[in-house]
């Protein structure tokens, strides 16, 4: 009878007080069952973990290497050579991470998620880069880079990167476990109503 009765009072208050009773129907509790719902895009979800992660580690094993004195400042090469070679060790790590998350969350085509993580970042660098040292080439400029060095960077990649993130995707998604998530995810997913068009451009 009490209940019953606090119900009564809840849904009987005037409307200055309904937003105070109300709070706790807000936020959180009316989207939790939404939040945990997979992708439609696994795959790139997965990559864009996966490449992530390897630039987490990169950048924090660059740091401790240059803390500890290891780069000559008069050698201003060293830099960019320690990132190739971190970049293609490490690979290893973002084939791991991509291939364990899209294994766990129901992703089937997983050959497809390694090629996809290889070249996510790597493909449109070599565009970019390579459009720019081909400019650089033209007029002549020191910036460019040689033929050599070119197919160098190219056989790391290949003979390194590549082969270190299908060998991690491997490993990934062997020891992939089910995805437990913190709450349960409705059958139906919630209605988001559409944004106007000005909150597009920022």
Known sequence: MRVLKSDFARYNVVNDEEDSLDQDDNGWKVIHADVFRLPTSKSLLSAMLGVGSQFLLITGAILLMAMSKMFNVHRHGSLNTAAVLMYALTSFVAGYVSSNFYKKIGGENWVWNIVLTSTLFSGPLFLVWSVENSVAWYYASTQALPFTTVLILMLIWILVGFPLN?????????????FNAPCRTKNISREIPPAPWYEFIT
Do not use: D, E, R, W
């Open 166 to 178: 299908v060998l991690g995707g491997i490993f990934g998604k062997n020891y992939a476990t089910s």
